[in-house]
């Protein structure tokens, strides 16, 4: 794990939000914000390779850079980037940052948790042996997240987000760029004139 942004300390609970971050939404910050009422410290982490996407739009630097702008006041954000994009190499780079003693809760949203609970990892059961290592903290996101029987009770848990955010996401702030729409309420203002300069 490669720092750029690192919280003072040494969280018991880490939170471990993994994402494209193309750009960084309203929407990113106020789930981060939220997942403080459960971990002592929230790691943004943008993987170097993606497992089901390619580097589009803005470059890796630049996603840095954007995160870096609109995690700078709270001081409990950190950003790194990870060398792998699945949760379970991420949490075990996150392992060795942190420390056996640190409980990793990974955050996402319904759309994203879907995605991980039924990726193909090969032997059956290999995401359940994943849950032992980390647990899953899901915001709804246009509707709740209902996991599969076998995984009920095994470490997914729901994270309540205030404020409506189900129509603020990264690709919506691309298109409306693109179309010459109104976007920057769906971006935190510390990044308006980043994503003007990358996106346009």
């Not at 193309?22 to 009422?37: Q, S």
Request: with cysteine; net charge neutral; aromatic share 10%.
């Amino acid at each position: 794990m490669q720092f750029f942004k690192r919280a003072v300390g040494q969280p018991l609970k880490l939170g471990v939000f993994p994402g494209t971050f193309n750009p960084p939404t309203r929407a990113h910050l106020a789930l981060a914000r939220a997942a403080l009422a459960r971990v002592d410290e929230v790691l943004f982490v943008l993987p170097r390779q993606f497992p089901h996407k390619t580097y589009e739009g803005a470059a890796f630097e630049d996603r840095v850079r954007m995160l870096e702008a609109a995690l700078a006041e709270e001081p409990r954000f950190s950003i790194g980037a990870s060398r792998g994009g699945l949760f379970i190499d991420i949490a075990r780079e996150c392992r060795e940052a942190y420390g056996p003693a640190a409980k990793l809760f990974f955050l996402c949203g319904r759309d994203a948790a879907e995605r991980v609970v039924t990726w193909d990892y090969g032997p059956p059961g290999a995401f359940q042996e994943q849950l032992r290592e980390y647990q899953l903290l899901v915001a709804p996101r246009r509707g709740g997240y209902d996991p599969p029987p076998e995984l009920r009770g095994a470490g997914i848990h729901v994270l309540t987000v205030e404020g409506g955010y189900d129509d603020v996401s990264a690709s919506a702030v691309r298109s409306r760029v693109r179309n010459g729409e109104p976007w920057e309420h769906l971006a935190p203002p510390q990044i308006e004139a980043m994503v003007r300069e990358i996106y346009r």
